[in-house]
């Protein structure tokens, strides 16, 4: 019997945000935060559920995971009815509720289960609803310890489209590419091209290292808003000003795409020229608050590139801003004074990985 | 020793030609015509190459095969520099060149060979340069004999990938999209985002049986400029009239995403509607022939929907044009009077499978 740790990382949206929405890309970076789980079989049948960081601890067996996932299923079976996202509270009631769902679909997709207890424990650097992708970190997270544990080979397309079916639960449509850059790592492109096609496109190459260690990420607080709102006045602003959003649409297809290849070559001066291009687009249709706007105006000014990451806020704070600056002192001097914490992170960090299959040490 | 046999289809493009060369969708579809590749190990040293339709005939051996594959791998690599495409000269100059090469490639991804000599014997309903996919299946179909016969796991996502390696011998920097449809079958949605970005997303259902066999090919004959000249056409069209142009793209898009939506929901009105609509948009850019567009308003007078499927041709033929109608008699009635060959297809058709693997009768 062997513990397994495996760790995934948590993810931001490059460029692309509320355009996706419209049918246009969106590319998305792992980032450097990550979440673990740990798997300890033990000789009993108890199975027990741990969350370092929330301090949860919960005892189990399969027979109650499995009740509570039926239950999750004939909810989601409603949801996909009617839409009411109030259908998924039981799912979403807690975060072992969703872990206890997250092991009974892996177990279900395999046919296979594991034939004795274990203890399943989670250590998480990434901070629940602050978009950095932490419901889709826990769901690759949990199958790849269950798959590595059940001694099934690591196949990342596999875990991943196991995780999408867990997902599901948390966030009734998820649109997939949080479970893929989560589980795969580095770049993704991501494209919901109609509602029953979403492109899914893991990027063939890495950031160049002096670009990728650049980026820091800062929290200008959450935003009074739900990325549900920040949509809904979205779509309000494409319906009183059609033209204007129209180019919106265009120009953010463009930033995209110039910015994979800007990445790509390594091309400094016009990774920072887009980011900031993409910042500029995303003020003109109102879903970056004059705090973050600020912010952002400070930090180019200083001589770096910046922009919001994610659905935005427009009341108080605007959610995580994601800057880039070649001297990282810069920016963290800039936000001490704003009071704003911080963490610096390398962009297209490794996907779901084995840290650790130790024989358990007898005492 | 078995003798292997795998087929694998041939594809069209159901829509999106031209506008796929300006970051557009296309959504290809595999047919009924299929290519296959038998390989019949034998005991002695002999490679025998066969191809049963063009009557042709070879032998050969690994090293000589070595050879012809390291002279194109080098041929390749001036093209890559100056794109330029006399350097593939080599490697397109024959089918069974092109195989030998096909055969090398895929022996090196695997790093592993057949032991003995063997027969490879193709046979193809696919004509060539008829924008089916020919050289792209015969790689997929070549690989896959080979993967079989190795004893390795048919996996289509590694299949794929060598074949388009083999491609590129064929056309320098192929998209990818027809080594994919002719691997995966069913439909295909491909869009280049950038020259270092395709995306290839295989659709993970069928079109429903009702509508897929209602589908008829027509060959209105070769058209009079090859494939890169109606591209360089297309750009001189978009220079002379941008604002035409970019209502061209936006409409096209428009028009791929509704068809697969209702392929999906098997709304044959709406599939009808859209083959024409898509028709209509292509003569605008000037790449249908009058022949061609005087067959296709008899096809859509008689009940039927119609548009070319290909670069199209715009002085005698448009190549091959696909049509639809519920009673397929009313096309081959009207094919009949213009002497233009058709046949029917389900589109869809399953991508690369083993057609027979039996053990050799000893006589």
Request: charged fraction near 20%.
């Amino acid at each position: 019997m062997k513990s397994i740790t495996v760790s995934v990382p948590g993810k931001i949206i490059l460029m692309g945000e509320h355009s996706v929405v419209y049918g246009k890309p969106a590319l998305l970076a792992a980032i450097d935060k990550r979440l673990q789980v740990t798997i300890t079989p033990t000789n009993d049948n108890k199975i027990v559920l741990i969350d370092k960081k929330l301090n949860l601890s919960e005892e189990t067996s399969i027979n109650q995971m499995v009740v509570s996932t039926q239950k999750a299923r004939k909810n989601l079976k409603q949801f996909e009815q009617d839409n009411q996202i109030k259908y998924l509270d039981f799912s979403r009631s807690t975060e072992l509720t969703y872990v206890k769902i997250a092991i009974i679909e892996t177990f279900a997709f395999y046919r296979k289960q594991l034939k004795n207890g274990f203890t399943l424990t989670i250590d998480s650097d990434l901070e629940t609803g602050s978009g950095l992708g932490s419901s889709a970190a826990l769901a690759v997270a949990t199958t790849g310890a269950l798959t590595a544990t059940l001694g099934l080979p690591l196949d990342k397309t596999v875990i991943s489209s196991i995780a999408h079916t867990i997902e599901k639960h948390m966030h009734g449509n998820p649109s997939g590419a949080d479970t893929a850059i989560t589980c795969f790592g580095g770049l993704l492109w991501y494209r919901k091209e109609i509602s029953i096609l979403k492109t899914i496109t893991p990027i063939n190459f890495a950031i160049p290292k002096k670009l990728a260690q650049n980026f820091i990420l800062i929290h200008t607080g959450k935003p009074a808003e739900s990325t549900g709102e920040m949509v809904h006045k979205v779509k309000l602003f494409s319906q009183k000003k059609p033209a204007l959003f129209t180019k919106f649409l265009k120009d953010q297809e463009e930033v995209s795409r110039q910015l994979l290849t800007a990445l790509h070559d390594g091309d400094e001066v016009t990774v920072k020229k887009l980011i900031n291009q993409g910042e500029i687009n995303l003020e003109k249709i109102g879903v970056v608050s004059l705090t973050a706007q600020t912010l952002i105006a400070q930090i180019q000014k200083a001589g770096g590139a910046a922009k919001i990451c994610g659905g935005g806020g427009a009341k108080k704070g605007s959610g995580i801003v994601l800057a880039y600056h070649k001297d990282k002192t810069k920016i963290t001097e800039i936000c001490q004074k704003h009071k704003l914490a911080t963490f610096t992170t390398t962009l297209g960090s490794e996907g779901l990985r084995i840290e650790r299959a130790n024989p358990i040490t007898k005492h």
